[in-house]
């Protein structure tokens, strides 16, 4: 039971990355083979019921792994090696037609279902073994790209880099491209006093220059007001006559001789 258990749970680490992947990309046909080879009759029958019938709950399938449903050394029947069984055959057909449309999970919770999570575990190993292989040799044939393009930079690059001193004379100005770099301008950091000051400027701007054009105007006023004072004070004046003038002036001339 503890093995079955631990078999499981080391299952569930491995299942992640090949969930993604069919039966038919993954089990290759000898290793679908040896699968079938290791099922007794009995075993075969019930994961062939297993993958053609709707996937169990994952809660049934942990209480089928409790211990009071469990043994530590299960008995099976001995296998016949004499011919295959027609359930083998049939396994491996179905397995063989449908595997484009079953994940690899799905095949082995199945193989867990009827007891044989040491061919899951099995098979999931082989499968991430290839998985390593393929990733190395990818990682390989990478690496020997990277080099073999670094070597035709390196031939190639004295090539170019070698000129000749009539070259370099005939070489001007004119060959060489002005590349401006403009260096990115710092953040503009707002302040409450960026808006403020605005608003402080515009309305000593309008005082002062309210008060300029009022004294003017005041000062011309003025001067008009008195101006037309003086006209009209000259206009009320009564106007003597002139013989009148003479006569009084004469008059006042004799009071005084006679004093």
């Not at 370099?168 to 401006?180: G, M, P, R, S």
Request: aromatic share 8%.
């Amino acid at each position: 039971m503890l093995a079955s258990v631990l078999g499981f749970f080391l299952l569930l680490f491995l299942s992640p990355s090949l969930a993604d992947d069919t039966v038919a990309e993954d089990i290759g046909p000898h290793q679908l083979e040896r699968l079938v080879e290791l099922l007794t009759v009995r075993e075969c029958e019930d994961l062939i019921f297993a993958l053609s019938q709707p996937e169990e709950s994952i809660f049934k399938h942990l209480d089928r792994l409790s211990a009071e449903r469990n043994q530590l050394f299960p008995s099976r029947r001995r296998r016949s090696t004499n011919h295959q069984p027609p359930c083998h055959s049939a396994l491996k057909d179905w397995l063989q037609i449908h595997g484009e449309q079953i994940y690899y999970d799905r095949l082995s919770r199945a193989l867990q279902q009827i007891g044989r999570t040491d061919i899951a575990i099995e098979v999931g190993k082989n499968i991430n073994q290839d998985k390593t292989l393929a990733i190395q040799r990818y990682v390989e044939g990478y690496h020997e790209l990277v080099n073999q393009m670094a070597s035709n930079i390196e031939t190639h690059q004295p090539e170019d880099l070698q000129f000749t001193e009539k070259k370099a004379k005939a070489f001007t100005w004119k060959d060489v491209d002005l590349v401006v770099i403009r260096q990115p301008a710092p953040p503009y950091q707002h302040h409450l006093l960026d808006r403020a000051w605005p608003l402080i400027f515009g309305l000593l701007l309008g005082f002062v220059g309210a008060l300029l054009m009022s004294v003017p105007i005041l000062l011309i006023s003025i001067y008009v007001s008195h101006g037309n004072s003086t006209k009209s004070k000259a206009k009320h004046q009564p106007r003597l006559c002139p013989l009148l003038s003479v006569v009084t002036s004469s008059q006042i001339r004799c009071q005084e001789d006679t004093e």
